[in-house]
């Protein structure tokens, strides 16, 4: 099953790009990669998802390497309000007995 | 557009009691798909409802249960309490099947059970 592997936390100043790496080394050819966030207490939030190209959004950038068994978000200015926990996530299983791995994410710390 | 909604926000149960959640996703999602997350196991898959029909099920035992309706709403049961199923249970909306498509999801903001 494919899983993903983050890095525990990370620290970022304000102000700077926040780079956020996920390893998912199994994930198959046709799966997505999708990025949440979660801050304390809330419940998680979308920013982003991909395929094979690199994605763009108002919120982040998402760069999927060649092979695709691993991707970055970037975060081009952080500010106080993204500290919160990341999840890379990828979806497994066969259809009809599909799931979810959320891993334990990237708690990101943006100092001010 | 109003958000996903969750009912109730907090709940105290007793070991052996049964419990219903409820969630409203936003307008027009038809998908919607639960979730419990814990300290020690983090946030994990119970199961996703399309069109009133549960279509995946993540790996937890027979006592969690859920159902949709024909207006998208949702409930999940969970019967004979364990103070191991004290956790925020978190409901998520989408337009189509975000397990099947590449649909984003939107969470509701959870229900904080603790059994007793």
């Known amino acids: 099953d494919a899983k993903t592997t983050q890095p525990p936390s990370m620290d970022c100043a304000e102000g700077r790009a926040a780079n956020l790496p996920c390893n998912h080394s199994?994930?198959?050819?046709?799966?997505?990669v999708y990025w949440y966030r979660q801050i304390h207490s809330q419940g998680p939030q979308y920013i982003i998802h991909?395929?094979?190209n690199n994605e763009t959004n108002e919120m982040a950038s998402l760069i999927i390497t060649e092979d695709r068994k691993s991707s970055t978000l970037i975060l081009p200015h952080a500010t106080l309000r993204d500290t919160a926990v990341y999840y890379c996530?990828?979806?497994?299983?066969?259809?009809?007995?599909?799931?979810?791995?959320f891993g334990s994410g990237t708690r990101l710390q943006v100092q001010p | 557009k109003a958000g996903v909604t969750q009912t109730p926000r907090y709940l105290i149960k007793t070991r052996g009691q049964q419990v219903t959640l409820s969630c409203s996703p936003i307008s027009g999602h038809r998908s919607v798909s639960w979730y419990q997350q814990t300290p020690g196991q983090g946030l994990q898959f119970l199961f996703e409802?399309?069109?009133?029909?549960?279509?995946n099920k993540g790996n937890f035992p027979g006592r969690f249960s859920g159902r949709q309706f024909s207006n998208s709403r949702s409930e999940m049961n969970v019967s004979t309490l364990e103070l191991g199923d004290s956790a925020l249970y978190l409901c998520?909306?989408?337009?189509?099947?975000?397990?099947?498509?590449?649909?984003?999801?939107?969470f509701g903001p959870g229900t904080r059970l603790t059994v007793t």
């Open positions: 409802y399309f069109s009133e029909t549960q279509r």
């Open positions: 199994t994930i198959s050819g046709n799966e997505y």
């Open positions: 998520a909306s989408s337009l189509g099947r975000w397990l099947e498509d590449s649909y984003e999801q939107y």
């Open positions: 991909g395929l094979k």
């Open positions: 996530i990828v979806r497994v299983g066969d259809t009809g007995r599909r799931a979810l791995t």
